[in-house]
T-cell receptor
């Protein structure tokens, strides 16, 4: 069974930093691209960032570019999201999501999602 | 950035009836279109990818169609567990944008 488990959420002040982790099991992690998707309270889904299976290619939404950094450790089956200079509008549940197709980074949907971790940015 | 627009925002349907949800892309996304179901308090679940292919374990009452800029998700006979929010997503572009969602509620 494929499982994705996020952690690292919590309350942080504006301007602060936080690192999210997503540990996976049940897959050959190193063959799949991964992404982070967020959902603000009562709102829709927003793709945030993606990373290739090898980790050498990364993508960011305009809303987070320059502030967030995605990286992965294939030896630990884990993908991370380093979030700096946090703003109130970053408040959301953050989900990690697995690419459906091995190796493919762009032209693939998300077939497995974690349960999400809540980030609240507030003073 | 490809903008995805879903309609209607809310769809009121009686159990056993058919539901038809629409999704429009601001430019062609070929068949790189997915549909997700989200039940409140839960993570999204992949229903359809490639515009018309059901994901593993998805019942046959869910079907997708379309290509280019116009897409449809049809639920042939709504069951109680189908009342949820549905999102379309394009993955033709690396910015994998979502529509704003359609809430399917009990009439």
């Amino acid at each position: 069974e494929v499982q994705l488990l996020e952690s690292g959420g919590g309350l942080v002040q504006p301007g602060g930093s936080l690192r999210l982790s997503c540990v996976t099991s049940g897959i050959t992690f190193s063959t799949y691209a991964m992404s982070w998707v967020r959902q603000a309270p009562g709102k829709g889904l927003e793709w945030v960032s993606g990373i290739s299976s090898s980790g050498d290619t990364t993508y960011y939404a305009d809303s987070v570019r320059g502030r967030f950094s995605i990286f992965r450790d294939n030896s630990q089956n884990t993908v991370y999201l380093q979030m700096n200079s946090l703003r109130a509008e970053d408040t959301a549940v953050y989900y990690c999501a697995k690419a459906r197709d091995a190796v493919v980074v762009v032209n693939t949907a998300f077939d497995c999602w974690g349960q999400g971790t809540l980030i609240t940015v507030s003073s | 950035e490809v903008v995805m627009t879903q309609s209607p925002a809310t769809l009121s349907v009686s159990p056993g009836e058919r539901a038809t949800l629409s999704c429009r892309a601001s430019q062609s996304v070929n068949s790189h279109l997915a549909w997700y179901q989200q039940i409140p308090g839960q993570a999204p679940r992949l229903l359809i990818f490639g515009a018309s292919t059901r994901a593993t374990g998805i019942p046959a009452r869910f079907s997708g169609s379309g290509s280019g800029t116009e897409f449809t998700l049809t639920i042939s006979s709504l069951q109680s567990e189908d009342f949820a929010v549905y999102y379309c997503q394009q993955y033709n572009d690396w910015r994998k944008t979502f529509g704003q969602g359609t809430k399917v509620e009990i009439k």
